[in-house]
T-cell receptor, first 115, second 115 residues
Framework: GNSVTQMEGPVTLSEEAFLTINCTYTATGYPSLFWYVQYPGEGLQLLLKATKADDKGSNKGFEATYRKETTSFHLEKGSVQVSDSAVYFCALSDLGDTGRRALTFGSGTRLQVQP | GAGVSQSPSNKVTEKGKDVELRCDPISGHTALYWYRQSLGQGLEFLIYFQGNSAPDKSGLPSDRFSAERTGGSVSTLTIQRTQQEDSAVYLC?????????????FGPGTRLTVL
């Protein structure tokens, strides 16, 4: 079956530090990959996505590259801000027999950015 | 336009009671998903509706859980004889019709507490 593994949190960084949150996946087909973010007290929001190998998703200074050879989709940002403090979820979507594209999520990584 | 809405935002109930959770997807979205977010289990898929097709119920944890989608729009998730382990945030997501890798848009969730 499908699975997503992401690094344990919390990750605590100082403002303007470089961020990497690791994510690796296992899938039977050719999944699309996503990063969702959940800010305190808010719902899940799509941060970025990539739909095929070597695609790079980017948004709000965050980037992630779909690496089929290493089955990874690591999230990076060059300079984090306090407002980036949130929980980040890596997820994949794979077309199953029923046509279902339900997301399989990682366990989430809490990021805390200190001023 | 309006996003996915869910009601109620919070629900406190006593063990053994039935509860109904409602989801209004984005207009025109044909796919609708229910997920559960709990401390012990992370984010789990529950059920999937696509147009007029039979729903994919493979993620429902027990026969106390059921869901319906009327007129291809609003969905109701029903939990009968609630148990304390049902306490979680129940999330609904919808996505537009397409053969591609559609992004899922999440509602704010319903926080269910079973006393």
């Amino acid at each position: 079956g499908n699975s997503v593994t992401q690094m344990e949190g919390p990750v605590t960084l100082s403002e303007e530090a470089f961020l990497t949150i690791n994510c690796t996946y296992t899938a039977t087909g050719y999944p699309s990959l996503f990063w969702y973010v959940q800010y305190p007290g808010e719902g899940l929001q799509l941060l970025l996505k990539a739909t095929k190998a070597d695609d790079k998703g980017s948004n709000k200074g965050f980037e992630a590259t779909y690496r089929k050879e290493t089955t990874s989709f690591h999230l990076e940002k060059g300079s984090v801000q306090v407002s980036d403090s949130a929980v980040y979820f890596c997820a994949l979507s794979d077309l199953g027999d029923t046509g279902r594209r339900a997301l399989t999520f990682g366990s989430g990584t809490r990021l805390q950015v200190q001023p | 336009g309006a996003g996915v809405s869910q009601s109620p935002s919070n629900k406190v109930t006593e063990k053994g009671k039935d509860v109904e959770l409602r989801c209004d997807p984005i207009s025109g979205h044909t796919a609708l998903y229910w997920y559960r977010q709990s401390l012990g289990q992370g984010l789990e898929f529950l059920i999937y509706f696509q147009g007029n097709s039979a729903p994919d119920k493979s993620g429902l944890p027990s026969d106390r859980f059921s869901a319906e989608r009327t007129g291809g729009s609003v969905s109701t998730l029903t939990i009968q004889r609630t148990q304390q382990e049902d306490s979680a945030v129940y999330l609904c997501a919808s996505s537009p019709p397409s053969g591609g890798t559609d992004t899922q848009y999440f509602g704010p969730g319903t926080r269910l507490t079973v006393l």
